[in-house]
């Protein structure tokens, strides 16, 4: 091999490597910077979550008019000025966070992330039960339920009274709060992990009981609507959110 072929050899490598290494360097802080623009898309803007059932398919106890108008208006209403109320807001916009600090907040970033959340948790709470069969808490939450209050139908009479009596528009909550279930109630779409809650804890069961959850079909009967409730109650996905640490 001539000298000259060497060198030649030499330099080719050299400008290989260093076309590589650019071309790496290029290529991550592209992918960097894709992957930091897909971020904040995310953070800032909030998609209506699908449905893990067809729309009709929690009848006959929720109706399907009413699962199109809940999900794809009433939800999708809160996602859009959820998204609208944070057009200008520069902290980040992680939904836990934004309920951690809700008392800092707007009112319109407030009550919409908090409709968000709580509409996204509620829908995975719930599943078709066309057999109408009895459905009951699972193993380790149903233990948790006889423990504290007795018995199952002890506590669905309690949770029940509260969702009666929680006046005006809000949620029934079961929480677990330093270690013990407890019933809750919150007003508009205020939800146990907001700061300035009184009653803060880590949901496991939410009911909405705002009238548009169920008037098309019960008018003003909240207690025909919380009875029917009971049958469409998703209680692996309650198990499961007792379980997370
Ligand atoms: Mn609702």
Redesign the pocket.
Same mark, same amino acid.
């Given at each position: 091999m001539s000298h000259n072929r060497r060198d030649f050899l030499k330099k080719s490598t050299l400008i290989g490597l260093s076309g590589l290494v650019s071309t790496l360097l290029g290529k991550e802080k592209l992918s960097k910077l894709e992957s930091l623009t897909k971020l904040s898309e995310l953070e800032i803007l909030f998609d209506l979550p699908k449905l893990p059932y067809s729309y009709d398919a929690l009848e006959p106890y929720i109706d399907k008019q009413t699962m199109l108008i809940?999900h794809g208006k =009433? =939800?999708q209403a809160y996602i859009d000025k959820l998204n609208k109320s944070l057009e200008n807001y520069n902290d980040d916009t992680s939904l836990n966070l934004l309920l951690n600090k809700a008392s800092d907040l707007n009112t319109a970033i407030r009550n919409n992330a908090g409709?968000h959340y709580? =509409?996204s948790l509620?829908w995975q709470l719930l599943r078709p039960n066309p057999k109408g069969e009895k459905l009951i808490p699972l193993a380790k939450l149903n233990e948790a339920i006889n423990d504290q209050f007795k018995s199952f139908e002890n506590f669905k009479k309690e949770f029940t009274d509260i969702a009666l009596k929680a006046f005006g528009s809000g949620w029934c909550w079961l929480i677990m709060q330093e270690g013990k279930l407890k019933i809750t109630s919150t007003q508009n779409?205020d939800n146990p992990l907001m700061n300035m809650i009184s009653e803060k804890g880590k949901p496991i069961l939410a009911l909405?009981i705002?009238e =548009?959850?169920y008037y098309l079909k019960y008018q003003n009967k909240r207690s025909d609507y919380i009875a029917n409730w009971w049958n469409i109650i998703n209680w692996e996905k309650a198990e499961e959110l007792f379980l997370k640490k």
């Open positions: 809940h =009433h =939800h409709g709580n =509409h509620f779409q909405d705002w =548009h959850a």
